[in-house]
């Protein structure tokens, strides 16, 4: 009996920390009455935490001054801040082309963003590993915070991790690309793993359309689609981390693959090229199909373009058998469209909703993101805070060296 106490004591002291940070980031100044009313918790617990967090770097207790004619009866209420400088996180996008890294404070707010061309193949694992090196280098610069102030990095990839944060592939990259392991082993920080639209999902929740929502898909949709699914507010792994995973497409009627809106757009237009039906994507892509983008196709369409119009619609009734097939599964609020495409998307919304109805008996609500093309390392932001909140009786910002002031 004895000795499952202590451990469960020291869990629940954990939980109580990490909910005090979340309602103290952004809060401001707050007293020990305040924080028993934001967290629930009675005042010898939060007194306590509160102590225990000021000793460790987390927070600041501010001296209670009173003017010459101020009389307050009994001890002056105890005032605390949270201190967002105390420490950063890393968040990181590792993607086909290009490798996208932010630096945050502990409220999260970002202090910089650096995004370099990154080549995936015929590379190897130490090449690829400097090239990290050096973009988390240049954010940690360009954010005016040392090395030593990391107390986590988020890392997004393009394939299913499970709950542990371990790639499940059979890709020769991720074999040969240990992330985890090499970032870790080169500078002490703690690292974790999580598939990149799964981070999308976060990002969105946190700073995005989807506010509030607590059963939502995110799907990135540029040029392969991927989705990660929030239920009740809970990320959805799976048993190996393939929850979310599109595959299954493939056996779709009029989808038949993964392939994504950027993708498709630019189909639908080369199509359209070949014909002999005027249209403006002639003089975009200047009469070479293989120059055509999805960009030439949307703006196309915006101008009036009849063919680019038309190349759009088969886009958004195959968009509302994707969305169809997912929300007959999942049965989510609302589903978000993000990534490079979120901006050009928005047109597509109505065709989507007009034939959703024809595909799930259960159509969610449709939006595009407002977070713009660094969503999924914002998500490893967030990702990482999490990992924070829930380890802060672990981790003291004031025992590290040289800390931004």
Not at 289 to 316: H, I, N, Q, R, Y
Request: net charge neutral; charged share 20%.
């Amino acid at each position: 009996m004895m000795s499952g106490t202590a451990p469960s004591t020291q869990l629940v002291r954990r939980l109580n920390a990490g909910a005090m940070l979340k309602a103290m980031r952004g809060a401001g100044v707050v007293t020990g009455t305040e924080l028993m009313t934001m967290t629930g918790l009675s005042r010898a617990t939060v007194i306590s935490i509160c102590d225990e967090l000021v000793r460790l770097g987390w927070l600041q207790e501010l001296e209670n001054q009173r003017g010459a004619g101020d009389y307050i009866k009994g001890r002056p209420a105890r005032r605390f801040v949270f201190d967002d400088g105390a420490a950063s996180v890393l968040g990181i996008d590792i993607g086909v082309n290009k490798i996208t890294t932010i630096v945050a404070d502990m409220a999260g707010t970002p202090l910089s963003q650096v995004t370099r061309p990154f080549r995936t193949y015929n590379v190897s694992a130490a090449e690829r590993a400097d090239v990290l090196d050096k973009i988390a280098a240049e954010a940690l610069e360009k954010a005016g915070v040392p090395a030593d102030s990391v107390l986590a990095v988020s890392v997004g990839v393009a394939a299913p991790v499970n709950r542990e944060g371990e790639v499940l592939t059979v890709q020769e990259f991720w074999k040969s690309f240990d992330v985890r392991r090499i970032v870790s082993e080169r500078h002490g920080w703690h690292v974790l793993l999580e598939n990149d639209a799964n981070l999308a999902a976060l990002a969105e929740r946190w700073r995005g359309t989807a506010k509030g929502v607590d059963n939502l898909v995110v799907m990135l949709a540029g040029d392969r689609l991927g989705s990660g699914i929030l239920e009740s507010g809970r990320l959805l792994h799976g048993h190996l981390g393939g929850f979310g995973e599109l595959g299954f497409l493939n056996n779709v009627e009029g989808v038949g693959s993964t392939y994504g809106i950027a993708y498709e757009a630019t189909a639908a237009g080369r199509e359209a090229l070949k014909t002999q039906t005027a249209t403006k994507l002639r003089a975009l892509c200047g009469g070479n199909p293989d120059a055509l983008t999805a960009e030439m196709v949307f703006t196309a369409a915006a101008e009036g373009d009849a063919a680019s119009k038309k190349a759009l619609e088969s886009v958004s009734l195959r968009m509302a058998k994707v969305i169809g097939a997912i929300s007959t599964l999942v049965n989510p609020e609302l589903v978000v469209i993000a990534g490079g495409v979120a901006a050009s998307a928005e047109v597509l919304l109505p065709g989507i909703a007009k034939h959703l109805p024809e595909f799930t008996f259960t159509p969610p609500r449709l939006a595009t993101s407002i977070v713009g093309d660094g969503i999924v390392s914002l998500g490893a932001i967030r990702h990482a805070l999490d990992y924070v909140e829930e380890h802060a009786l672990d981790l003291s910002p004031s025992s590290r060296p040289n800390r931004a002031s």
